[in-house]
């Protein structure tokens, strides 16, 4: 509540109840009285309650056991770092209760588990379990087997159930009320999605797919150009210590109502907003700028679980992130609360439009660019997250990845949040669904609109290119490090009568499109580029086509740029005219060497240089724009020891400056779920050259194959990993 | 942006300028060089721009003229008490420039309009309009009549058009560049949505509905309960002074896009959220407790500009508010920007349950009510708001009226706002469709679940009613005080097989209801109540009825509690017990009276009494709610003087205490859109039966037919009301 003057006493005339919006820290330190009197007694005999039923109500409640060790591997749940039970809904788990002694056929109980504060029978949140004929709540229960006191019994949670944590109770009928246990922190319980159960909204068919999407634990997320991908490992950690309550504790500070927790829409769409701090003081403050000096650069963060546990511990947003940071902290809020999720990268995405799907690019009468005029920009990529459901609110086909993004952006909805938007309805147009559809399909589907601005001020279109944005959607592939495209997921082939279609029903619900008739230009420039090591020369080919049936020259101008990741101007570096003549028919190329000791200077902490060639042929203006993404340098990564679970090993990262500058002030960090928890070094000068060797020594926690990731950030270089894979055994 | 962290500057790689959101303030002074030499002479001729142009441009603007006396009438903004023209998208106005000289062939010109801060043609904030063959903006612009040095020019806003207040300047074509008018405030232009323009969104058909929801500044909010409906008058005020820069103000404070304000959707849902102080620091706060000693009690206001005003002056979110004054105030806001809005009443409204379509009553197993488990709270009524429009995001279909909420509540999603959701949705219950019209159709078509709550603490269904819910929707007639039932348009009737489709499909979109097999009751109970002065006693009368073929005699229980509007327990004033004894296949009526000193000291500030009868009949179970709202005293009002525009006139309002004890503290309070401003004043005491007398004086400054109100509020009473119309010659 921003507002002081409205607490929640200004709203006792409106809540019978406060609507609970806590489940870590509940008001209310007790439930239940640990003996309750039934009512209906009470009222018969008037107003004093009884006292403690004696004689015939001997039996009680010696133990009760969570069976985590059955449990925890059928529910896939072994490896959360939590003293709790693990469950997901819709799946039975059992509890063992034993009792003072054996039970007789009057004997009667009940579990009751509970969430939040003030928990209602009505509301889902107070669940009562009962195992014989009498009727309970919503979730069933069965007695599994039964030797002497001891009965093991076995619950099974609604498929809706509300998801987070529990408080059990076992409750003994002793003549004229209820005998409980008392609160026992060690019986509370964890309760998640369950991709694995067919009747929840979360549910995957495929085995692979659930693995890779609800409990990998690490992975990679796709960057740079789609001429030139690179990967950047992020650890999810989902399992780390203090991410499941972290992951709670952020439903809880943005005061979700605990009711609306089983509810995958809600808590998703909740989620996006939550992740980046804008509105309500959320998990991370975005930060595009090149200052990253009051706190950590988006590009220093090799996962999330520093983030999610410093955010829990302190209440306070992190900072900083960038689009790759906000889509893996997401994904770790997801799987973790066992949503079958994914982070996508989207190549040249439109972003920041006002809705309608063009991104235009404002030129000058001489055919530069006029960067004071243009508004628009293209991100070289963005990064945003898919949940795998059926979504109950929308007709059936609608069903699949929905796409979340918790970068903080002004979507049409002015909040900073998006989707759940169906992938289905963008790949179909059918943008009349919530939410945000229309905001995701200008991502993938704008067109890029060249404009000449007169001397006048008004603007008229020269070129058009429908292909520039959205190039290319990737993701990471099942079971492997490499990417999966899954661009047809989103969008029919350019062309196609259903890409038409979809086209036609997109600017139906409100995306406004131009219909520009232009000529076709029978001049036109492509530039190509060879892959380029940061710190060495860039060779350019800019190669000019004439379809026409005379020979054509060309003025033409090459400027060339540093740009942020989001395609903003972050330094501009070189102006060059040249010309160029195209025979008939005929192409032409131009090489142009882009020496480092031009761009070096500029590049800062980006990693992205931006070439535009303009050209005037007679009355044609013509253009074409180049990204390059510069291969930086890698740290070489090693292990000794033996790869087994509790068996100590040991890491060297090692890097040898190959630059003829010095780095000054090295970070250096390393994490690994499962493996180490976070770590860091640093190193105050690095020489032309020279070389440094960082050990650490760790203790595996977990088997299987699993991975280390190492940076290193320092003034002059960013954006430098390494990575080294272990195959753990038991 | 809540948190200092992420300034503007965090944003510096992101944005090439930042996203404009201010219209009423901007950041630069200047928006243009008074003299703008053209970009491309100067990048022929080097580097430095020409001196001021010499000879051949001798031509210069001697004055502009917004010509206000013909475009007010003309797009029916005459009433707005600014000295600005005010226009209507979609419609030609007129602009009377004098030039130096008279035009030659030679010269050009053109017009500029600007709005917030770095516009942008491609944005649609900087439009530059043309009136010869030169290729000019969006706008259409035509020269009307040409006398001597004086040219009329008529210019027609695209009906797209961004609203809110444009700068104007006219721009000379100068030899190598632009000459410039300056800025001058007396030329500034607001520019608002059109009702009587086909191309516009909000376009409405029909003359008599866009006088009533478009320019209508007064108008009845309907209260109480759906068989004893009061109204109340509310005077939105939307012409009064400083209310249109209000409203903008408002826009500003929500940091919405500038480019964002043309389009209907996203501003009256920007506005539902900003009209509530949640959030965002926007114009109201709720308070639904009985202490409103930080602020004014939301019964005491009798319009909205006093709120907006103050508002607008501050900057600080307005105590208080409860249903009724957001949707007065949103009414307001939307009217003064051109939209075509009503105020709406829903009887017997189901609020802030979980998205199901259940409210769910709990009693004991005695029959009589369990408040202790109870969560839901039916409200009496709840007020909000619809405004007309096309909706360019969804199927053609979703035309026509759209629900929007600004009171404060939990949505499904999650955020203090709501809509806007098509009516026609809701009818025909495809929810699939933004925005929140699941809500909405839980608002009018839940059912009201009666459970009964066992000694364990399950739940068991015994009674549901279908049709207490939505009772009723009403609005105000148009043209005249009288209610008009819009139920109609919100649902079938019940059981007709267009309800049954419609609720088939709110249940495949996610609507949560049970089927609960009952078997029919064969007994039942009605309770119903005459009307009832406030401080008089009441006669309840409860019916029986036996539809069974023997002779029942019931164990029945009377509650009396009185309530908050929202159903919510203020105080509980009353138990009995009494038996009734129905013959077979026949009715039996007790009459029971409660009288004045039962009730009166529990009212407080409350009007309302809420009554509940249950009955034990062997095992059969049933009850029935009644809810009376007071008949309250009112204050009569006379009038003295010639009503005409600017001739002063006298108003007398005058009250007896009806009561057998004093009334303390009396706070009155008057206003009437276009006859005076707020007024107030106050009396410490008035003894039984004595009366008072208030006179002001006004001097109306609009004609037609007017209203005053006046309202008391006093620590025994509240909601005490007098209207006075006055037919206002010019």
New interface residues.
């Given amino acids: 509540?921003?507002?002081p003057?409205?607490g929640p006493?200004?709203?006792?005339?409106?809540?019978?109840?406060p609507?609970p919006t806590t489940n870590l820290t509940i008001e209310d330190d007790e439930d239940f009285p640990e003996f309750e009197p039934?009512?209906?007694?009470v009222?018969?005999e008037g107003a004093a309650p009884r006292a403690h039923p004696a004689a015939g109500a001997s039996l009680s409640v010696q133990n009760v056991d969570m069976c985590q060790q059955i449990n925890k591997p059928k529910h896939f749940t072994t490896d959360y770092d939590t003293e709790s039970l693990v469950v997901r809904r819709g799946l039975e788990f059992l509890v063992r209760v034993t009792f003072s002694r054996p039970l007789s056929e009057q004997d009667d109980f009940?579990l009751?588990f509970l969430i939040g504060s003030n928990p209602?029978?009505?509301?889902g949140s107070?669940i009562?379990v009962?195992f014989g004929s009498?009727?309970?709540?919503p979730w069933s229960g069965r007695i599994v087997e039964t030797q002497g006191e001891t009965l093991t019994l076995g619950i099974t949670p609604r498929a809706e159930a509300i998801v987070g944590k529990f408080r059990t109770y076992v409750?003994i009928?002793a003549g004229s009320g209820?005998q409980r246990t008392s609160r026992d922190t060690s019986t509370d319980m964890y309760l998640l999605f369950n991709a694995w159960c067919p009747e929840d909204t979360v549910y995957v068919a495929n085995e692979g797919e659930r693995r890779e999407y609800v409990l990998n634990d690490s992975g990679v997320i796709f960057q740079g150009t789609v001429e030139s991908v690179s990967q950047r490992t992020w650890m999810y950690g989902q399992f780390e210590r203090g991410i499941l309550d972290a992951c709670i504790y952020i439903l809880d500070m943005?005061r979700?109502?605990i009711?609306?927790r089983g509810?995958a829409v809600?808590l998703i769409?909740?989620g996006s907003?939550m992740i980046n701090?804008?509105?309500?003081?959320g998990v991370l403050?975005?930060?595009?700028?090149?200052?990253f000096s009051?706190?950590t650069s988006p590009t220093l963060w090799t996962g999330s679980t520093k983030i999610l546990q410093k955010y829990a511990n302190t209440g306070v947003?992190i900072?900083?992130g960038q689009c790759w940071v906000f889509a893996g902290v997401f994904n770790t809020f997801l799987r973790c609360l066992g949503l079958p999720a994914r982070v996508i990268t989207n190549f040249s995405s439109a972003h920041?439009n006002?809705?309608n799907l063009k991104i235009?690019l404002?030129f000058?009468?001489?055919g530069t660019p006029d960067?004071r005029?243009?508004?628009?920009?293209i991100w070289n990529y963005h990064c945003w997250n898919e949940v795998f459901m059926v979504r109950?609110?929308?007709?059936s086909n609608f069903t699949g990845w929905q796409v979340v993004d918790a970068t903080p952006q002004?979507t049409?909805?002015?909040?900073f949040r998006c989707g759940p938007a169906p992938v289905a309805a963008i790949k179909d147009g059918l943008?009349?669904?919530?939410?945000d559809c229309?905001f995701v399909f200008a991502e993938v589907n704008s067109d890029l609109v060249c404009?000449k601005?007169?001397?006048?001020?008004?603007?008229?279109p020269f070129r058009v290119d429908k292909n520039h944005i959205g190039q290319a959607i990737y993701t990471k592939a099942v079971g492997n490090n490499g990417h999966m495209d899954i661009t047809h997921t989103y969008k029919y082939a350019q062309g196609t009568p259903q890409d038409d279609r979809t086209m036609a029903r997109a600017e139906?619900?409100?995306c406004a499109r131009d219909h520009y008739e232009l000529v076709e230009d029978q001049l036109s420039i492509v530039i190509t580029a060879d892959q380029c090591f940061m710190g060495q020369d860039l060779n350019l080919v800019v190669q000019f086509q004439n379809k026409g049936e005379v020979a054509r020259s060309v003025q033409a101008h090459l400027a060339g740029s540093v740009v942020?990741y989001?395609g903003?101007?972050?330094s501009h570096f070189k102006d060059e005219d040249f010309t160029a003549t195209v025979p008939a028919l005929q192409m032409a190329s131009v090489k142009m060497k882009i020496s480092a000791q031009e761009y070096m200077p500029h590049m800062a902490a980006q990693v992205c240089l931006y070439f535009v060639v303009t050209g005037q042929a007679e009355d044609q203006s013509l253009n074409s724009i180049k990204v390059v993404e510069m291969v930086m340098p890698r740290l070489t990564m090693t292990v000794q020891g033996q790869p087994q679970v509790k068996q100590q090993m040991m890491v060297n990262v090692s890097f040898t400056n190959p630059f003829n500058f010095q780095l000054h002030n090295i970070n250096l960090f390393m994490e690994g779920p499962g493996l180490m928890e976070n770590r860091s070094h640093q190193y105050s000068v690095l020489e032309p050259q020279a070389s440094f060797s960082w050990v650490e020594m760790f203790t595996p926690r977990l088997h299987g194959l699993r991975r280390l990731v190492a940076g290193m950030d320092c003034s002059k270089l960013t954006q430098v990993w390494g990575v080294v894979d272990i195959q753990v055994s038991t």
Same sequence: chains 1, 2.
């Fill in positions: 509540m921003s507002n003057a409205s006493s200004a709203y006792r005339g409106r809540y019978n109840k609507v039934f009512e209906d007694d009222a018969t009940q009751e209602s029978a009505s509301k107070l009562v009962t009498r009727h309970g709540g409750a009928v209820l943005s979700m109502p009711t609306d509810h809600k769409r909740k907003a701090s804008q509105d309500d003081n403050v975005g930060n595009w700028s090149d200052d009051m706190g947003p900072c900083y920041d006002t809705g235009e404002i000058k009468p001489d960067r005029h243009t508004r628009d920009s109950p609110d929308l007709p002004e049409s909805d002015g909040h943008l009349c669904h919530p939410f229309g404009l601005r007169d001397r006048f001020g008004t603007l008229s139906e619900y409100g942020f989001t903003v101007l972050a």
